[in-house]
């Protein structure tokens, strides 16, 4: 995937940089197989993703499980999360 590779998280629309880094430094890992991992806050998963440009750049979209302050969850962004 053209953008594979770990990602710092240090800004979104809904949370400073204090509630991201919570329990650790925010990031969002892409691998080249497809597979990749996030957390930020207290909630922290793994993604199934698959490549999906935008406005010709390079983009991501992706479904993931993983846990929200230890209690199951999982989801499928309606967004396209893009990098770069």
């Not at 998280?9 to 890992?29: K, Q, R």
Request: glycine content about 12%.
């Amino acid at each position: 995937m053209s953008v594979a590779g770990r990602w710092r998280i240090v800004e979104t629309e809904l949370w400073d940089s204090d509630a991201l880094d919570l329990v650790g430094p925010a990031f969002i890992e892409f691998g080249k197989d497809r597979a990749g991992s996030f957390g930020c806050i207290a909630v922290q998963g793994w993604m199934d993703c698959r490549e999906a440009p935008r406005d010709e750049c390079p983009g991501v979209e992706f479904s993931w499980e993983g846990s929200d302050d230890c209690d199951p969850a999982s989801g499928h962004p309606t967004r396209r999360s893009s990098a770069g």
